[in-house]
């Protein structure tokens, strides 16, 4: 009701689907638990970039367990450069995906190599230069 309510222009599937892709199972949905446990915060941005443009782009889920996905609006046709790095500054992750304008879902997979911890994350997508951190289990 209260992603109704923020964003009456949204249809009714794009909110159930902004509700799935923000919840913690997302990727390992099992019978069990389905698909975890929403962040509404995050449905919000999803359901909201889907109809407006999106003011940042956002990582998640974060901790990582073996991928994570980075969300924008990309209108510029350049290309996106995804560096994650250790604290020492070793790059363990060096991904290049190229121009696509229009809203994007980068996924990062292959990450279950990557010891438990913190890496430094940096996005360069014009107007885009996110830096953060991730935390792996």
């Known amino acids: 009701a209260c992603l109704r309510q923020a964003l009456p222009e949204a249809t009714a599937a ?22 975890g446990i929403p ?28 991928l994570f996905y980075i969300v924008f609006q990309h209108d510029v046709n350049s290309g996106i450069q ?4 250790d604290l020492a500054g070793h790059i363990m992750v060096n991904r290049f995906f190229p121009a696509f304008p229009g809203r994007r ?9 990557l010891q438990q911890g ?13 830096t953060g951190k991730i935390l792996t289990f």
């Open 82 to 85: 995804v560096v994650l790095t």
């Open 105 to 113: 879902s980068l996924r990062i997979d292959g990450l279950s190599f």
């Open 39 to 66: 962040d509404m915060a995050l449905a919000l941005y999803l359901a909201g970039s889907r109809t407006e443009t999106a003011e940042a782009p956002v990582v998640f889920p974060n901790p990582v367990d073996d």
């Open 14 to 35: 794009t909110l159930v689907q902004a509700v799935r892709e923000s919840s913690d199972r997302y990727t390992r949905p099992d019978s069990a638990f389905g698909y």
């Open 118 to 130: 913190m890496y430094l994350l940096k996005v360069t997508a014009p107007p885009y230069n996110l």
